[in-house]
């Protein structure tokens, strides 16, 4: 949001760069999640899958940067009423709307015609993923509630996506964890809307005049203990772990990093500054939630190879 407030601020510097700033590089940290399978089912040292699984990354980049070129062409005329999203290049009108849609159908298209380079079925499912981000752009996101499925249906498409990309099959419980986390992720973004909005939340978007305060946060207990749950249970019963249960060293490092967001969340960005919820932002601006996400890699990093080479 820096960089999209620089923008406005000194009149533009360019459509270039105003261009860069809308396709949102930082979303692509998103996309890490197609790394998933590849590390967990042991894979890692597989030169040939770890390639493969760089491309499907790289695909989803392109993919997902056109879905929020289209989001914010959708939104421009709400984006301007909104306290942040008006800086963003298009809402400020440093990009010109012809361009945004140009580039993004160019992005949609390519995106797709590699991934069924790569793998047809890995293709089929990029076609799914832009429907899906299509469908939330033009229609999901002003349904109470889909809304949220909608957010979270973009993750666990990911996860699904890293597996196929690599013809690896990846355990269920990727979905189910994967499926919580996105909940939890996407109720923390409405609660910030709804607490930095106030009283004007149904003008900037009208699904939100259904939200309330107290809802959000019923549902994050429900959601939040859910996948506290989901994550224990995966650390001592999933096949492909070490026998000694190792894997359950990292549940108190998820305990924190999710307690983390969910105090930063309700502290308004405390201080990491201003932050709408979106994990992204909290994870640049925060350092112990982005200290307890790369110990969390290592820890279970360690856990799976030192357990599967002492085996």
Known sequence: MAAERDIVARGGLGVARGLLVAVRPKQWLKNGLLFVPLVFTLNIGTFRLLVQSVEAVLIFCALSSAGYLLNDVADVTADRQHPRKRFRPIAAGVVPVPLALGLGLVLASGGVVLAFLLRPQF????????????????????????????????????????????????????????????????????????????????????????????????????????????????????????????????????????????????????????????????????????????????????????GASAS
Not at 210 to 238: C, G, K, N, R
């Open 123 to 306: 293709g089929l499912l990029a076609l799914l993923y832009l429907a899906l981000t299509a469908s939330y752009t033009l229609w999901l996101k002003h349904i109470v509630l889909l809304d949220i499925f909608g957010l979270a249906g973009g993750f666990v498409l990911r996860a699904v996506a890293g597996a196929v990309a690599i013809n690896v099959p990846a355990s269920p419980w990727l979905y189910i964890a994967t499926l919580l986390g996105a909940l939890l992720i996407a109720l923390g973004k409405r609660r910030a809307e709804l607490s930095a909005l106030g009283a004007g939340a149904g003008e900037v978007r009208r699904n939100l005049e259904a939200y309330s305060l107290p809802l959000i946060d019923q549902l994050i207990t429900v959601v939040s203990s859910a996948a506290v749950m989901t994550y224990a249970l995966y650390t001592f019963s999933a096949e492909n772990l070490p026998r000694d249960r190792s894997m359950m060293l990292t549940i108190p490092v998820v305990l924190y990093g999710m307690f983390r967001y969910l105090y930063l969340v309700h502290d308004g960005g405390g201080d990491a500054g201003d932050v709408s919820g979106a994990p992204e932002d909290l994870l640049f601006r925060d350092r112990p939630l982005l200290i307890s996400v790369l110990l969390w890699v290592v820890l279970a990093v360690a856990v799976l190879y030192v």
